[in-house]
């Protein structure tokens, strides 16, 4: 099973990336499938989710407008576009996989089956 996050760089303020989730493993159909970053010196905390079955997003308020989850799921792959970055967007990105979602699991990513590397992501002029 794994999870391969990649997508990242370094980036101007204002510029766009996408990160991309490629999943082996398993098949992502049954699947949520999460963003969470690290900033340093910061706890890790929740960027975006999409379910597995309605597509239903959620995104944390400092992304929102700004970021955009999706999945293809005959690629077995879940994405995370970025516009507008900031400064304050610097941070390593992980994604995560989980089967029966939680509150815990979304806000907090306790629980979560399965977690791919990060892939840092710098956002400086």
């Known amino acids: 099973v794994q999870l391969q996050a990649s997508g990242g760089g370094l980036v101007q303020p204002g510029g766009s990336l996408r990160l991309s989730c490629a999943v082996s493993?398993?098949?992502?159909?049954?699947?949520?499938i999460g963003w969470f970053r690290r900033a340093p010196g910061k706890e890790r905390e929740v960027v975006s989710w999409?379910?597995?079955?309605?597509?239903?997003?959620f995104y944390t308020n400092s992304v929102k407008g700004r970021f955009t989850i999706s999945r293809d799921n005959a690629k077995n792959t879940g994405y995370l576009q970025m516009n507008n970055l900031k400064p304050e967007d610097t941070a390593v990105y992980f994604c995560?996989?989980?089967?029966?979602?939680?509150?815990?699991?979304?806000?907090?990513?306790?629980?979560?089956?399965?977690w791919g590397e990060g892939t840092q992501v710098t956002v400086s002029s």
């Open positions: 995560a996989a989980t089967r029966y979602p939680s509150t815990p699991v979304f806000t907090t990513g306790s629980g979560v089956d399965y």
């Open positions: 999409i379910s597995s079955s309605d597509g239903r997003t």
């Open positions: 493993g398993f098949t992502l159909d049954d699947y949520a």
